[in-house]
């Protein structure tokens, strides 16, 4: 992008510091049919991919990673925060799309409901709430975690089904 002719950077122009917030999803979890998709961790290649996910993110010049409180999201944002030496905190509301008891499905079922959910979000489609529901939770908790931290670049580590 080219500098403008005042010399300030864009995020600088007119007097007004424009903030960016990244949007992560968690890397490779670690999938097992003995606990529920809301306590996997991250596969060993997941691990190895959030070291790539620094890199990436280093451009941004973050102040902070904020990630759900679920596992694999946490250590996504640990991970990548350790290797930037930036702060790490886990917030609650920014899990992913509620559906406790909905046990392991096969991949194309699994993919078939979310675009479902996707799709008609004010409709019940499976799991606790609907797509509706979810987006509202999460956008209240993105609100939340910008507030907390008011200024600077944001990374959020969160799920694909919100």
């Known amino acids: 992008m080219r500098e403008p002719r005042s010399g300030k950077s864009p995020s600088q122009v007119r007097g007004t510091t ?8 968690h890397s490779l979890p670690a999938i097992t049919g003995e606990e529920p998709a809301s306590r996997w961790q991250l596969s060993e290649q997941g691990r190895r ?7 990436l993110l280093a451009a941004h010049h973050l102040a902070a990673i904020v990630t759900s409180t679920e596992p694999k999201a946490i250590e ?24 406790p008891g909905t046990g ?13 959910l996707l799709e008609h979000p004010s409709e019940w489609v ?16 993105v609100e939340d975690a910008l507030k907390q931290h ?13």
């Open 150 to 162: 008011p200024a600077g670049n944001l990374a959020i580590v969160s799920h694909g089904t919100v």
């Open 49 to 55: 991919r959030c070291e790539r996910l620094a890199g």
């Open 126 to 141: 499976f799991g606790a709430e609907t797509g509706d529901e979810a987006r509202e939770r999460f956008a209240t908790a």
């Open 76 to 99: 996504t944002g640990q991970i990548a925060g350790e290797r930037l030496g930036i702060p790490v905190e886990a917030a609650p509301n920014l899990h992913e799309h509620e559906r």
């Open 18 to 25: 424009i903030r960016k917030l990244i949007l992560v999803r």
């Open 104 to 116: 392991l499905d096969t991949l194309e079922r699994f993919q078939a409901k979310v675009a479902r």
